[in-house]
């Protein structure tokens, strides 16, 4: 069974910064890509970071470029999240996700995805 487990969300100030962390468990993940989403309260799950399962393509949504970073650690089947200059905006319900197909290069979309974690709520004070 395929698990996904966000941690690291919280209340930050403007400016400030988080780190979220995914521990997945259930697949050999070193073969998929995966990403991290967000959710606005009245918004559509938006794409914010990708990664392949090999670190070596990284994408980032450029509402988001040059303050978040995406890592991955195969070792230890986990995803990081740094979150740095944090803007209000950012609030959402952060959640990572494994792709469907191994060795894929389709991970911008929800459909690419098939497994979710519980998502982890940020919330960003002005």
């Known amino acids: 069974q395929v698990q996904l487990v966000e941690s690291g969300g919280g209340l930050v100030q403007a400016g400030g910064s988080l780190r979220l962390s995914c521990a997945a468990s259930?697949?050999?993940?070193?073969?998929?890509?995966m990403g991290w989403f967000r959710q606005a309260p009245g918004k559509e799950r938006e794409l914010v970071a990708a990664?392949?399962?090999?670190?070596?393509?990284?994408y980032y949504a450029d509402s988001v470029k040059g303050r978040f970073t995406i890592s991955r650690d195969n070792a230890k089947n986990t995803v990081g999240l740094q979150m740095n200059s944090l803007k209000p905006e950012d609030t959402a319900i952060y959640y990572c996700?494994?792709?469907?197909?191994?060795?894929?290069?389709?991970?911008?979309?929800?459909?690419?995805?098939?497994?979710w974690g519980q998502g982890t709520q940020v919330t960003v004070s002005s």
């Open positions: 259930g697949r050999t993940f070193s073969r998929y890509a």
């Open positions: 990664i392949t399962w090999d670190t070596a393509t990284t």
């Open positions: 996700a494994v792709t469907r197909t191994p060795y894929s290069y389709s991970y911008y979309a929800i459909r690419d995805y098939d497994y």
